[in-house]
């Protein structure tokens, strides 16, 4: 098995600067200890400073879907779901390392 990652595509709304970024902060405590859950980062945008992307590294895929299948996982991350890009169609990914050097 290899890691997954997951990318969830989030922006700060105009009126609101520091939203995505406080999330993020509340969230990653709360999920600290989460099995599976390897860490995770919150990543700008070079060419938006309102657009992110939360990266997160989980051991596998079932180690993920377990968790986001979990009762805990809707109100853990609910401050983040306003947040989400819709405007790229799906608003998270995840993906599987194909190559590395």
Request: aromatic residues 8%.
């Amino acid at each position: 098995m290899s890691t997954v990652h997951v990318l969830l595509y989030v922006t700060d709304p105009d009126d609101a600067p520091g939203s995505v970024e406080a999330a993020y902060h509340d969230i990653s405590r709360a999920l600290d200890g989460t099995p599976g859950l390897v860490g995770n980062r919150l990543l700008r945008s070079v060419g938006d400073p309102r657009s992110f992307a939360v990266h997160s590294e989980w051991t596998d895929l079932e180690a993920f879907q377990v968790w986001e299948r979990g009762n805990d996982h809707r109100s853990t991350t609910a401050s983040l779901r306003p947040l989400q890009d819709a405007t790229r169609g799906a608003t998270f990914g995840i993906y599987e390392v194909a190559a590395s050097y």
